[in-house]
C-alpha cells in the first residue's frame, strides 16, 4: 500500500488520541489517549523506516524505545491514579489540584 | 486494488474504530478493552508493514502488560467515570458539548486541525507508492544495530524501567506500610 495510506492512519488515530487527551475528564482516560497518540507515532516511525530505509532497522529501534518508555509511564501514571483515587472517589482531572499554591 | 491493499484497509478501519470506542465509549472498562483491541490492530498493521519484532514486541508490551496493568488499576481503585446527566437525550449532551468550550469545541477543533494539517502535508509531498523489496532477516538487523550502536540507550531504557517498578510500587504502597 501507499506511505500516504499509512500515513492517514497514524493522522487519524493521532487526532483521536488528542481529542481525548483534551477532552475527557477521566485521568485513566486521558493516560489511554495518550498510549494512542505514542501508537500513532509508533506507526510512523515504522512506516518510515520500511519505505525509506528498509535497509538500516533504525526507526523500529525507536518505537522499541518508546515503547519501553510508554510502559513505564503507564506503570507510574497509574500509581499515582491509585493514590489519588484512595484519597477521594474519582480522578477527574478537573478537581485535582494538589499541587496548585 | 491488490489484496494486501484490501486486507489493510479492512485492518485499518478495524482499529480506527477501536480506536473510536476507546475515546467514545461511556464506560471506562469497556474504554480499556478497547484499547486492547486496538493495540492487537495496529500489531496486525506492523505486520503488513514487515515489521514481524514490533508486532510480537507490540503484542507482549502494549496488549500482555499495559492493558493488563490499566484493567488492574481500574478494578483495583475503583475508579469511575462520572458522566454529567446520563438520562439526557442525545442531542441535548451533544449540544451542550459543542457550546462549552473547554470541554467540546475546543478540543474538537484542536483535534481535527491537527489531523487535518497532517493530513493536507503527507498528502502533498510525493512519497515512494510501494516499499522496496523486504529484507531477509529484519529481526537480526535490529538485534545488530541495538547491541552495538543502541547499546547505551538500550541499558538506560532497562534502568528506566527498574526506576519506574521501583517508583510504581512505592507510590501504590499503603500509607499504613510507609508510615509503619
Not at chain 1, 46 to 57: G, I, K, T, W
Not at chain 2, 150 to 173: D, H, N, Q, R
Request: charged residues 10%; aromatic residues 8%; contains cysteine.
Amino acid at each position: 500500500m501507499p506511505l500516504h495510506w499509512v500515513l492517514a492512519t497514524s493522522a487519524l488515530l493521532f487526532g483521536l488520541g488528542l481529542y481525548g487527551a483534551l477532552a475527557l475528564h477521566n485521568a485513566v482516560r486521558i493516560l489511554m489517549s495518550i498510549e494512542l497518540m505514542l501508537n500513532s507515532v509508533n506507526l510512523n516511525l515504522v512506516a518510515f523506516s520500511r519505505y525509506l530505509h528498509p535497509d538500516q532497522p533504525k526507526g523500529l529501534i525507536m518505537a522499541i524505545f518508546i515503547m519501553t518508555v510508554a510502559a513505564a509511564e503507564a506503570a507510574v501514571g497509574l500509581a499515582i491514579f491509585l493514590i489519588i483515587a484512595r484519597n477521594r472517589t474519582d480522578v477527574d482531572v478537573d478537581k485535582i489540584h494538589l499541587l496548585k499554591g | 486494488m491488490s489484496a494486501i491493499q484490501v486486507i489493510y484497509l479492512l485492518v485499518t478501519a478495524a482499529t480506527l474504530l477501536c480506536g473510536y470506542g476507546v475515546v467514545a465509549s461511556s464506560r471506562l472498562m469497556h474504554s480499556a478493552l478497547w484499547l486492547g483491541a486496538t493495540f492487537v490492530g495496529m500489531a496486525a498493521i506492523f505486520v503488513l508493514l514487515d515489521a514481524d519484532f514490533l508486532a510480537a514486541a507490540q503484542i507482549l508490551i502494549y496488549v500482555g502488560a499495559i492493558t493488563t496493568m490499566i484493567l488492574f488499576g481500574i478494578m483495583l481503585s475503583d475508579i469511575r467515570d462520572l458522566r454529567p446527566e446520563p438520562g439526557a437525550p442525545v442531542w441535548t449532551r451533544l449540544l451542550r458539548l459543542v457550546l462549552s468550550p473547554r470541554r467540546g469545541l475546543l478540543p474538537l477543533l484542536a483535534a481535527v486541525g491537527f489531523t487535518a494539517a497532517l493530513w493536507v502535508v503527507t498528502a502533498r509531498t510525493p512519497w515512494p507508492a510501494e516499499p522496496a523489496a523486504a529484507p531477509d532477516n529484519v529481526t537480526a538487523s535490529i538485534g545488530d544495530v541495538m547491541f552495538s550502536q543502541y547499546v547505551l540507550p538500550f541499558e538506560i531504557a532497562s534502568v528506566l524501567l527498574l526506576v519506574a517498578l521501583v517508583g510504581a510500587i512505592v507510590l501504590a504502597m499503603r500509607e499504613e506500610v510507609r508510615s509503619r
